[in-house]
T-cell receptor, first 115, second 115 residues
Framework: DAGVTQSPTHLIKTRGQQVTLRCSPKSGHDTVSWYQQALGQGPQFIFQYYEEEERQRGNFPDRFSGHQFPNYSSELNVNALLLGDSALYLC??????????????FGPGTRLTVL | AQSVTQPDIHITVSEGASLELRCNYS??????LFWYVQSPGQGLQLLLK??????LVQGIKGFEAEFKRSQSSFNLRKPSVHWSDAAEYFC?????????????FGAGTRLAVHP
């Protein structure tokens, strides 16, 4: 049973650039959430996608956007990168339709460094 | 606002000793409660969760946690720590159920294990 996968593992960008991170949910899961974990902190909720729509959003600027595809995989896009965007970006999936909707399973994360 | 407090930033125990990691939450109703573990450079692994029922819940790797409503606490315990338990531990709260699940995390407790 494949767990949550994310790509790439690491990424280095410069200020002002744009980045796209990718996530494939756990098999059978239909909901994807994204979190940002800055160094030494707990993860912070960015947004959640279900049925290809963003249905909940945390306190992040519009520079952060996402997409969910028909196969439930998801992308996180960040525009106009700032140094403060350097963090571990975690994807989590859950199963809305199957009864375990409240348990989120996390991927290994993408480490983004902005120079 | 909902919040999660992990009072201990860093804890060191000897291998074989018992462990208790503290977690307090601030929320009007009883939320769903989780403990996750994160090894260096890795994503989050679910240790255990509490939704309702028996207030003592068992998890993986020999961990257990006890929900105490009167203290708004959900402390994680292990009777005998192994060197491989060295990691960062996060307590999380899910204020809503049935979808729209935005996890709120504490800042984490880093556990070091002495041989």
């Amino acid at each position: 049973d494949a767990g949550v996968t994310q790509s790439p593992t690491h990424l280095i960008k410069t200020r002002g650039q744009q980045v796209t991170l990718r996530c494939s949910p756990k098999s059978g899961h239909d909901t994807v959430s994204w979190y940002q974990q800055a160094l030494g902190q707990g993860p912070q909720f960015i947004f959640q996608y279900y049925e290809e729509e963003e249905r909940q959003r945390g306190n992040f600027p519009d520079r952060f956007s996402g997409h969910q595809f028909p196969n439930y995989s998801s992308e996180l896009n960040v525009n106009a990168l700032l140094l403060g965007d350097s963090a571990l970006y975690l994807c989590a999936s859950s199963d809305d339709a199957g009864g375990d909707t409240d348990t989120q399973y996390f991927g290994p994360g993408t480490r983004l460094t902005v120079l | 606002a909902q919040s999660v407090t992990q009072p201990d930033i860093h804890i060191t125990v000897s291998e074989g000793a018992s462990l208790e990691l503290r977690c307090n939450y601030s929320y009007g109703a009883t939320p769903y409660l989780f403990w996750y573990v994160q090894s260096p450079g890795q994503g989050l692994q679910l240790l255990l969760k509490y939704f309702s029922g028996d207030t003592l819940v068992q998890g993986i790797k020999g961990f257990e946690a006890e929900f105490k409503r009167s203290q708004s606490s959900f402390n994680l315990r292990k009777p005998s720590v192994h060197w491989s338990d060295a990691a960062e531990y996060f307590c999380a709260v899910l204020p809503f159920s049935g979808g729209y699940n935005k996890l709120i995390f504490g800042a984490g407790t880093r556990l070091a294990v002495h041989p």
